[in-house]
């Protein structure tokens, strides 16, 4: 059965870190992209981040680009999502999405499956 759970969220101060994992089951990991998503409360989801399933090449949306990077392990399954420098506008429920098929990887279209969230706060 295919999953995908993220952990890691929480509560954090501006200026601070936080690694997201995106742990997946029921596929091969390198076969698919996997793109991270966040959803603050009154606004539309959007994408942050995402690993393409061919070479692994990476892509941020401009609003996290040099604060954010994705990672994955393959022998653990794991997408990773390490996220420094936070703002309190960072604070969103995030996302990891699986695709077989996708053209842009940070937009929803093409994701075919998807976790449950895990909940991100940044605040003093």
């Known amino acids: 059965q295919l999953q995908l759970v993220e952990s890691g969220g929480g509560l954090v101060q501006p200026a601070g870190s936080l690694r997201l994992s995106c742990t997946t089951s029921g596929f091969t990991l390198d076969y698919y992209t996997i793109g991270w998503f966040r959803q603050a409360p009154g606004k539309e989801r959007e994408g942050v981040s995402c690993i393409r399933r061919s070479g692994g090449s990476t892509f941020y949306a401009d609003s996290v680009k040099g604060r954010f990077t994705t990672s994955k392990d393959t022998a653990k399954d794991t997408v990773y999502l390490q996220m420094n420098s936070l703002k309190p506008e960072d604070t969103a429920v995030y996302y990891c999405?699986?695709?077989?098929?996708?053209?842009?990887?940070?937009?929803?279209?093409?994701?075919?499956?998807w976790g449950q969230g895990t909940q991100v706060t940044v605040s003093s």
């Open positions: 999405a699986l695709a077989a098929r996708i053209g842009s990887c940070l937009r929803e279209r093409g994701y075919d499956y």
